[in-house]
């Protein structure tokens, strides 16, 4: 079965930096597009950056310039980089694939806040 576990988030203020990790147990992990979505209370997740197995990257408007989202296939590892946090970055953090599966992870917090 597979299993996504994020780890790495936290209470940061405005302007400081955190750095998100995801495990994935993924036979194809190699060879998927992966990706960080974000979701507050009430509303959808969405997407905030992607990456392919050749590592193309894409990011949502609010976070280009910011946020870097990496990957290491040897070790099954996504990673987000989140750099000058604003107050809108706080959401609960989720990593899967684009598609998604249904195995959603427990997600990781990051609050932003002065």
């Known amino acids: 079965q597979v299993q996504l576990v994020e780890s790495g988030g936290g209470l940061v203020h405005p302007g400081g930096s955190l750095r998100l990790s995801c495990a994935a147990s993924?036979?194809?992990?190699?060879?998927?597009?992966i990706a960080w979505y974000r979701q507050v209370p009430e509303k959808q997740r969405v997407l905030v950056a992607g990456?392919?197995?050749?590592?193309?990257?894409t990011y949502a408007d609010s976070v280009k310039g910011r946020f870097t989202i990496s990957r290491d296939n040897t070790k099954k590892m996504v990673y987000l980089q989140m750099n000058n946090l604003k107050q809108e970055d706080t959401a609960v953090y989720y990593c899967?694939?684009?598609?998604?599966?249904?195995?959603w992870g427990q997600g990781t917090q990051v609050a932003v806040s002065s």
């Open positions: 990456i392919t197995a050749y590592g193309t990257t």
């Open positions: 993924l036979d194809t992990f190699a060879s998927s597009l």
């Open positions: 899967n694939t684009i598609p998604t599966i249904d195995n």
